[in-house]
């Protein structure tokens, strides 16, 4: 089975600053790690994918994210947090890649104050 | 491209009645669909893996009989929450898995309020 552990429902940064989003995961097999963001009444998208290969993943608006495994971790981070960045960020694992069963974090609500 | 959407994007609805809520791929063709629910400050729990032309795979502990799901088309899967009851309250998103990319696209969710 896997699972997925967001550290922090809420995290508040200032504009400018670094944001720091965790996300632990276990799974019995490599993983498959993925970043999505939830903005109010929308869908979730994609901010990045961990499959195989490089452990920093870059992705979409300047995220990114370092696999660890020795850490079973898969944090999330921007250099400089920008208003447009508050929204629900939720972490998933997958066994299988993207386009199959994916197990979700609780979610982690980020908001940008000025 | 690969555009997902639902609807519709809110229903009330009385106990007792059923609810239908369709997804639909706008620009791409999608073999798989999933339903998820998600419940207030709570993650998204997949409930069902919706294949065109067969039945649908239910995750443990969710009622086939209480979420029909319907995935007659290659654009088009149908969750129908039958006898809602105000527990069956809560956000519906589904998704589609496109070929190219192996990945999910979400939808915009639906949200359903059962009085």
């Known amino acids: 089975a896997q699972s997925v552990t967001q550290l922090g429902s809420h995290v508040s940064v200032s504009e400018g600053a670094l944001v720091l989003l965790r996300c632990n995961y276990s799974?019995?097999?490599?993983?498959?790690l993925f970043w999505y963001v939830q903005y109010p009444n929308q869908g979730l998208q994609l901010l990045l994918k961990?499959?195989?290969?490089?452990?920093l993943v870059k992705g979409i608006n300047g995220f990114e994210a370092e696999f660890k495994k020795s850490e079973t971790s898969f944090h999330l981070t921007k250099p400089s947090a920008h208003m447009s960045d508050a929204a629900e960020y939720f972490c998933?694992?997958?066994?299988?890649?993207?386009?199959?069963?994916?197990?979700f974090g609780t979610g982690t609500q980020l908001k940008v104050e000025l | 491209g690969a555009v997902v959407s639902q609807h519709p994007s809110r229903v009330i609805c009385k106990s007792g009645t059923s609810v239908k809520i369709e997804c639909r791929s706008l620009d791409f063709q999608a073999t798989t669909m999933f339903w998820y629910r998600q419940f207030p400050k709570k993650s998204l729990m997949l409930m069902a893996t919706?294949?065109?032309?067969?039945?649908?795979?239910?995750e443990q502990g969710v009622e086939k009989d209480k979420f029909l799901i319907n995935h007659a088309s290659l654009t088009l899967s149908t969750l129908t929450v039958t006898s809602a009851h105000p527990e069956d309250s809560s956000f519906y998103i589904c998704s589609a898995r496109a070929v190219t990319p192996n990945e999910q696209f979400f939808g915009p969710g639906t949200r359903l309020t059962v009085l």
């Open positions: 919706s294949n065109e032309g067969s039945k649908a795979t239910y």
């Open positions: 998933a694992v997958s066994d299988t890649g993207g386009g199959n069963k994916l197990t």
């Open positions: 799974s019995s097999v490599p993983p498959y």
């Open positions: 961990y499959t195989t290969g490089a452990t």
